[in-house]
Protein backbone atom coordinates (compact mmCIF):
# COMPACT_ATOMS: atom_id res chain seq x y z
CA UNK A 1 0.00 0.00 0.00
CA UNK A 2 1.43 3.45 -1.07
CA UNK A 3 0.67 6.28 1.38
CA UNK A 4 2.33 8.60 -0.69
CA UNK A 5 1.27 12.68 -1.05
CA UNK A 6 0.86 14.44 -4.06
CA UNK A 7 3.37 17.64 -4.91
CA UNK A 8 1.62 21.02 -5.28
CA UNK A 9 0.75 21.47 -9.06
CA UNK A 10 0.31 24.17 -10.86
CA UNK A 11 -1.38 23.72 -14.61
CA UNK A 12 -1.80 26.72 -16.61
CA UNK A 13 -3.58 26.96 -19.89
CA UNK A 14 -1.62 27.74 -23.11
CA UNK A 15 -2.67 27.34 -26.36
CA UNK A 16 -4.09 23.59 -26.29
CA UNK A 17 -1.33 22.30 -24.16
CA UNK A 18 -0.73 22.54 -20.35
CA UNK A 19 2.43 23.53 -18.72
CA UNK A 20 3.17 21.81 -15.65
CA UNK A 21 4.82 23.45 -12.90
CA UNK A 22 5.99 21.16 -10.82
CA UNK A 23 7.28 22.87 -7.10
CA UNK A 24 9.31 19.92 -5.18
CA UNK A 25 9.95 22.33 -2.74
CA UNK A 26 6.68 22.61 -1.49
CA UNK A 27 6.33 18.63 -1.35
CA UNK A 28 7.36 18.18 1.97
CA UNK A 29 7.83 20.23 4.90
CA UNK A 30 11.46 19.07 4.31
CA UNK A 31 11.66 20.82 1.11
CA UNK A 32 9.99 24.42 2.13
CA UNK A 33 12.87 24.47 4.30
CA UNK A 34 15.55 24.59 1.59
CA UNK A 35 17.35 27.85 1.17
CA UNK A 36 16.91 30.23 -1.78
CA UNK A 37 20.31 29.65 -2.98
CA UNK A 38 19.23 25.80 -3.70
CA UNK A 39 16.68 26.58 -5.14
CA UNK A 40 17.88 28.46 -7.74
CA UNK A 41 20.84 25.54 -8.25
CA UNK A 42 17.99 23.61 -9.96
CA UNK A 43 18.14 21.65 -13.07
CA UNK A 44 15.46 20.49 -15.65
CA UNK A 45 15.29 17.09 -16.28
CA UNK A 46 13.28 15.42 -18.52
CA UNK A 47 11.79 11.83 -17.21
CA UNK A 48 10.78 9.28 -19.34
CA UNK A 49 8.68 6.09 -19.00
CA UNK A 50 8.50 3.49 -22.30
CA UNK A 51 7.06 0.58 -20.61
CA UNK A 52 3.42 0.74 -20.67
CA UNK A 53 0.60 1.61 -17.99
CA UNK A 54 -1.97 3.39 -17.75
CA UNK A 55 -0.98 5.82 -14.86
CA UNK A 56 2.33 6.65 -13.71
CA UNK A 57 4.16 8.53 -11.17
CA UNK A 58 7.46 9.22 -10.17
CA UNK A 59 9.47 9.85 -7.07
CA UNK A 60 12.64 9.54 -5.00
CA UNK A 61 15.49 11.52 -3.35
CA UNK A 62 14.92 14.56 -5.34
CA UNK A 63 11.44 14.21 -3.52
CA UNK A 64 12.55 12.65 -0.09
CA UNK A 65 10.93 9.48 -1.35
CA UNK A 66 7.81 11.19 -0.11
CA UNK A 67 6.01 12.56 -3.38
CA UNK A 68 4.93 11.11 -5.70
CA UNK A 69 4.67 13.52 -9.26
CA UNK A 70 2.41 12.11 -12.08
CA UNK A 71 3.73 11.81 -15.31
CA UNK A 72 1.89 13.01 -18.40
CA UNK A 73 1.48 11.21 -22.01
CA UNK A 74 3.54 12.56 -24.88
CA UNK A 75 1.92 12.68 -27.62
CA UNK A 76 2.55 10.28 -29.95
CA UNK A 77 1.21 8.03 -26.86
CA UNK A 78 4.10 5.84 -26.55
CA UNK A 79 5.54 6.74 -23.28
CA UNK A 80 4.91 9.07 -20.49
CA UNK A 81 7.31 12.20 -19.32
CA UNK A 82 7.81 14.83 -17.12
CA UNK A 83 9.94 17.83 -16.51
CA UNK A 84 11.28 18.10 -13.32
CA UNK A 85 13.89 20.32 -11.79
CA UNK A 86 16.08 18.90 -9.55
CA UNK A 87 19.86 19.95 -7.69
CA UNK A 88 22.52 19.04 -9.54
CA UNK A 89 24.12 15.36 -8.14
CA UNK A 90 23.20 11.63 -8.07
CA UNK A 91 19.94 10.64 -7.65
CA UNK A 92 17.73 7.48 -7.33
CA UNK A 93 14.54 7.01 -7.98
CA UNK A 94 11.78 4.96 -8.58
CA UNK A 95 8.49 4.80 -11.03
CA UNK A 96 4.77 3.68 -9.61
CA UNK A 97 2.90 2.22 -12.18
CA UNK A 98 -1.00 1.33 -12.22
CA UNK A 99 0.07 1.08 -8.01
CA UNK A 100 3.28 -1.12 -8.11
CA UNK A 101 6.54 -0.10 -7.70
CA UNK A 102 8.74 -0.41 -10.74
CA UNK A 103 11.97 0.81 -12.16
CA UNK A 104 12.89 1.42 -15.72
CA UNK A 105 15.43 -0.74 -17.88
CA UNK A 106 15.95 2.49 -19.34
CA UNK A 107 17.82 4.08 -16.69
CA UNK A 108 20.91 2.74 -14.81
CA UNK A 109 20.10 0.26 -11.59
CA UNK A 110 21.69 0.40 -8.31
CA UNK A 111 20.31 -1.89 -4.83
CA UNK A 112 19.50 0.39 -1.93
CA UNK A 113 20.56 -0.60 1.66
CA UNK A 114 17.44 -2.27 1.72
CA UNK A 115 17.66 -4.48 -1.63
CA UNK A 116 15.58 -2.98 -3.45
CA UNK A 117 16.04 -2.13 -7.14
CA UNK A 118 16.07 1.75 -8.02
CA UNK A 119 17.04 3.66 -11.01
CA UNK A 120 19.46 6.51 -10.94
CA UNK A 121 21.00 9.44 -12.71
CA UNK A 122 23.91 12.03 -12.32
CA UNK A 123 22.76 15.34 -13.14
CA UNK A 124 25.18 17.62 -14.63
CA UNK A 125 25.33 21.38 -13.29
CA UNK A 126 24.25 22.58 -16.71
CA UNK A 127 21.63 20.25 -18.98
CA UNK A 128 20.70 20.97 -22.53
CA UNK A 129 17.10 22.56 -22.52
CA UNK A 130 14.17 20.44 -24.19
CA UNK A 131 11.10 21.99 -25.00
CA UNK A 132 8.75 20.03 -22.65
CA UNK A 133 5.35 21.09 -24.96
CA UNK A 134 7.05 18.87 -27.76
CA UNK A 135 6.71 16.23 -25.69
CA UNK A 136 3.64 15.96 -23.57
CA UNK A 137 0.16 15.95 -24.72
CA UNK A 138 -3.39 16.93 -22.98
Do not use: C
Amino acid sequence: VLNLHHPQIQQEKETDHYVIETKLNTATSELTEESNDEEHSRVPYLFRWTEGGKEVFILGTFTLWKAKIPLKKTKDESSFAVMLFVRPGYHEFKFVVDNKWRFSKHFPTTHDQYGNINNYIEIPAKVAPVNIMDEIMV
